[in-house]
């Protein structure tokens, strides 16, 4: 079966009919193994308008060496750090004007995709490949947002019920 790698082109050109207009992709998600995932896509994003938004670690200080990319506090669930990566969302947001958030989550990547959403936008979540056997929590938030819902195990089907499954990324 297909992975996500040559869905995700096939999904958002769903969001453009016709193909006529260039597309904006924010690329949202939280450093690390987030990142590593969404990475996998970049044959998909390279000749496309982008840009990432995420938190600094390691390998999103690199990225940003060869990519556009804003950096946003990390929300590590707590209610002050959200606000403010909500407000920081808001302005790389608006600045920007990306037409579809693609994200693997985690918190970082939540308020970008719901101020997307607000202003008709769409969002497009892969659930973690580490998330075999049950959800995440970020999956559990961006399920009731997100436009198209991508898992990488079939057994997460299960528990997202419009999701669609077409392997994982590595």
Same mark, same amino acid.
């Given at each position: ?47 496309? $308008?982008? #840009? ?7 390998? %999103?200080?690199? /990225? ?6 804003? =950096? ?54 892969? $659930?973690? #490949? ?7 929590? %970020?999956?559990? /938030? ?6 198209? =819902? ?21």
């Amino acid at each position: 079966s297909c992975k996500p790698l040559c869905a995700v082109p096939v999904l958002v050109q769903a969001f453009q009919p016709g193909g006529i207009t260039p597309m904006k992709i924010c690329l949202a998600c939280s450093g690390g193994g987030h990142l590593s995932e969404l990475l996998q896509l970049e044959d998909f994003y390279k000749n496309k $308008e982008h #840009f990432f938004l995420t938190f600094r670690r390691p390998n %999103s200080e690199e /990225l940003s060496k060869k990519e556009k990319t804003y =950096f946003v506090a990390d929300p590590k669930r707590n209610p002050i750090r959200l606000l403010v990566n909500l407000w920081q969302s808001a302005v790389v947001f608006f600045n920007e004007k990306p037409d579809v958030v693609l994200t693997t989550g985690a918190g970082v990547a939540f308020p970008i995709a719901l101020i997307a959403k607000i202003f008709g936008k769409k969002v497009i979540y892969i $659930e973690s #490949f580490c998330r075999i056997t049950e959800p995440s929590l %970020s999956g559990k /938030l961006f399920y009731h947002i997100s436009d198209i =819902f991508l898992v990488q195990w079939p057994e997460m089907k299960k528990y997202f019920k419009r999701a669609e499954y077409y392997g994982g990324v590595f």
